[in-house]
């Protein structure tokens, strides 16, 4: 089966770093999304990884490895208004999108 | 802002009405999708439309019935639900189905609709 593993909620601290994880399993490979969804709000797109390495945009960079199967959503100097849910979602060979169920991040003063 | 709109924001229904959800995207896009979000889960695709045409039907109930008048409205018609589909239901758009670069693959979403079933 397919399968996208990030977890479920993280804390940080406001100004601080945090990494959010995303391991995948799936048919193929064809490129990976990060989406920020707020509360009560749609999800809005952050980032697509395609090949390895470290991709920056301002506050967030997105990296990919995929030999280990694995991303990871890196935010610097948090905000309050960084608080949201973060999916991955991976496009395998057929260039269907693939799913995670959302890391939940809470921001504390 | 993204460009799609979905209303009602909110549906309350019993197992036994009908009711449908709209949904209208501004940006030009050919491919619209019909999502089920439900909490803690994967994001569910139900249904994928590409110029009208519907080209990708992941196994939804017939209770769910989608159509596409045109490239910029898909309803989604709801009809003896049970309450298991109490979800948020989201609606989303891109230039094209699939795709490998951003361009085409990224997705514009609406803000959903919560849908309650009593």
């Known amino acids: 089966g397919q399968n996208i593993d990030q977890p479920t909620e993280m804390t940080a601290t406001e100004g601080a770093i945090v990494q959010i994880n995303c391991t995948y399993q799936t048919s193929g490979f064809n490129g990976l999304f990060w989406y920020q969804q707020h509360a009560g709000e749609a999800p809005t797109f952050l980032s697509y990884n395609v090949l390895d390495g470290l991709e920056e945009k301002g506050r967030f960079s997105s990296f990919l490895s995929r030999s280990k199967g694995y991303s990871y959503l890196l935010l610097k100097e948090l905000q309050m208004k960084d608080s949201a849910s973060y999916l991955c979602?991976?496009?395998?060979?057929?260039?269907?999108?693939?799913w995670g169920a959302g890391t939940k991040l809470i921001i504390k003063p | 802002e993204t460009g799609v709109t979905q209303t009602p924001r909110h549906l309350v229904m019993g197992m036994t009405n009908k009711k449908s959800l709209k949904c209208e995207q501004h940006?030009?896009?050919?491919?619209m999708y019909w999502y089920k979000q439900s909490a803690k889960k994967p994001l569910e695709l139900m249904f994928v439309?590409?110029?009208?045409?519907?080209?990708e039907n992941n196994s939804v109930p017939s209770r769910f019935s989608p159509e596409c008048p045109n490239s910029s409205h898909l309803f989604l018609h709801l009809h003896t639900l049970q309450p298991e589909d109490s979800a948020l239901y989201l609606c989303?758009?891109?230039?094209?189905?699939?795709?490998?670069?951003?361009?085409?693959?990224?997705?514009?979403f609406g803000e959903g609709s919560r849908l309650t079933v009593l």
């Open positions: 989303a758009s891109s230039q094209e189905v699939g795709g490998t670069s951003p361009n085409t693959g990224e997705l514009f």
């Open positions: 979602a991976v496009v395998n060979s057929n260039y269907q999108l693939i």
């Open positions: 940006l030009g896009h050919n491919a």
């Open positions: 439309y590409s110029l009208e045409e519907r080209v």
